[in-house]
Each structure stands twice: as C-alpha cells, then as structure tokens.
C-alpha cells in the first residue's frame, strides 16, 4: 500500500464517520479543507514552478553541496533561506523530500523545515500587529536558535 | 487582481520558462517535467492531508480548552496549548486571529506563544506527510524536539515579554 492510498483511505473512513455523526459539521469541515486548499494553490503552484526550474536550471551537485554544508555556516545559511521564505507544511515536506533526493543532508533539512514553517519575515508584520514587536522578535529569535539547535541534533542522531 | 497577485511567483516563472523555450528548449523542457513530477506526487498526498486537517478542525472544539490555559495553568496549560496548536488547521497567518482570542480570553503570553510554535511546526496529520517524504523517524524525532524547543520558547517568551494588560 502507498501512502496516497493509506491517506486517501483516512481521509474516505474520517469523512464518513464523520458525516454519519453530523452532515453540517461534516461539510463545513470539508469547506474548510477547500478553502485551505484554494489558499495554498498559488504559493503552491509558485512552489512547483520554481523548483522545476531550479532543479532543471542549476547543478544537481551544486544544490545538493549546499545542503551537505556540515558546518555552522551551512546551517546559517540554510535557516537563512527559510527565514526570508515561509511556507506551510504541505507544501515544505514535498520540497524537503525533493531536496533529500537529490543527497540534502537530514540536520539541514531539519533546520530549513523548521525554520521554513517557523519563522517568518512574511509573516512578520502580521504577528507583530496581533501580538506587538518584542514578542514576535523574541518568539522568532528563539525559534531561529531552536531551528539550528534542532538541525544539529539531528544531524548526530540521523 | 488581488487573486492575480498571489499568483505573481507561478505566472513569473511560467513567463520565463515560455521565455526561455525559444533560446534553450532542453532547459524549458526539463524545467516543465521536473515541475510535473512534483506536481504529481503532492496531488496524491496533499487533498486527503487537507481533508484530514478540515476534519480535525471541525471536530476539536476550540472553546472548551480556552479556559484552561490561563495563567494559573502551568505545565498543563503548556500541554494544552501544543496540543491545540498542533491539532488546527490552516498557515501561520490563520493561527494569529485564534491566538489573539485565546489571549484576550486570558491566555498567559507563553502559551501563545507555545500555541504558535505548534501550529507551525506540529500537525498530526502532517507527520505522515513527512514521514512520507522523509521517513518516519525523521519525522518522530523532529517532532519530538520540537515540542521540548517549543516549551523552552514558550518559557523564554514568558520571562521577556511582559504580561500584556494595557497593552493588548
């Protein structure tokens, strides 16, 4: 069994249970899941895009150095990246698996996931009206620190 | 056009993979199947992952837990908060709103701040799109530390940032 089949399968048994329980309920959750849907499509698509071209443009092997960098310098500039950028789970982990393809290293690929979901100078503005700016930037300076922490560990225990 | 505007990165790069067609065909070639190999592989695991966090979003109700993370809550309410961050739907932005009303409902700053790192970084259904991605104990072990790192900000963010009374 893939995993398509086994999530597909999840979601076909959830939805069920779920509608034989409440029909309201259930289609306002699945409303939800279509708006989500519909907002991740254009960062999402962008995303294709962009690693179709770079995958297609630059060096496999320069790529994949980046991502092999086992050094603090490697691990800055990978939480560097995923600082600037900020996407959502479903569309980093697909980037990750791509990345790990291609020979990217697990410590890096922690951090860069960490840090891609995290933190976020995109979202900055936004946290920092809802919350002020001395709780974004301590919440996004330790979850930077966190990020690399986390990569580092990895990298020994992987 | 404020939907064409979300679409500027896809439009971009389409403009320059059409662009590039004409002086290098095999680069534009390439660019489109790596693009369509990708997309392939995310149709297949992203709808039932979103289906799955609608569900989830639904069926979590969010009003109940609010009066447990208080500031008396301690290591309970920390608890709470990763679980209920963990267990919501959508992308960061959507999380702020949610926080804020946790936090005028009384919300101590570290748990909001414990609430956001979860919705970020830990989703139940999204450790099997991972997982898939990158195996399952890479996907364990990230989570794992996570939820310690999480903690350890949400206790940083507690000692730093004032209680907001006047200011929120």
């Known amino acids: ?158 | 056009m404020k939907n064409l505007k979300k679409w500027w990165l896809f439009l971009a790069i389409a403009a320059l993979d059409l662009s590039g067609w004409i002086w290098n065909p095999d680069l534009a070639l390439a660019a489109g199947k790596s693009s369509m190999d990708f997309l392939l592989e995310i149709a297949g695991i992203l709808p039932p992952v979103l289906i799955l966090l609608g569900l989830f979003d639904a069926w979590v109700p969010r009003k109940l837990v609010e009066d447990h993370i208080g500031p008396e809550s301690g290591f309970k309410g920390a608890f709470l908060s990763i679980m209920l961050g963990s267990l919501a739907a959508g992308p960061l932005f959507a999380a702020f709103p949610v926080a804020l009303s946790l936090q005028k409902k009384g919300a101590r700053i570290g748990n909001i701040a414990i609430f956001l790192g979860a919705w970020a970084a830990i989703k139940v259904p999204m450790i099997l799109l991972e997982a898939s991605y990158l195996g399952l104990r890479f996907s364990l072990l990230r989570t794992g530390l996570s939820i310690v790192g999480i903690l350890a900000s949400g206790w940083i963010v507690e000692r730093l940032v004032p209680q907001p009374g006047g200011t929120a």
């Open chain 1, 1 to 158: 069994m893939t995993l398509p089949t086994i999530l597909w399968g999840l979601a076909g048994i959830g939805t069920l249970i779920s509608s034989l329980r409440d029909r309201k309920r259930t289609i306002q959750a699945l409303k939800t899941s279509l708006k989500s849907f519909r907002g991740l499509l254009p960062v999402l698509m962008g995303m294709v895009a962009l690693i179709g071209l770079i995958l297609a443009a630059l060096p496999p092997s320069l790529i994949t150095k980046v991502f092999q960098m086992h050094s603090l310098a490697g691990y800055a500039l990978v939480a560097l990246v995923g600082t600037v950028i900020t996407l959502p789970g479903p569309v980093a982990f697909p980037l990750a698996g791509t990345l790990l393809k291609h020979g990217a290293e697990f410590g890096l690929l922690a951090t860069f996931i960490t840090t891609l979901t995290m933190v976020g100078t995109v979202t900055a503005p936004a946290e920092i009206a809802h919350f002020g700016k001395r709780f974004t930037l301590v919440r996004q300076v330790v979850s930077l620190v966190l990020a690399i922490s986390i990569g580092m560990i990895m990298a020994v225990l992987l």
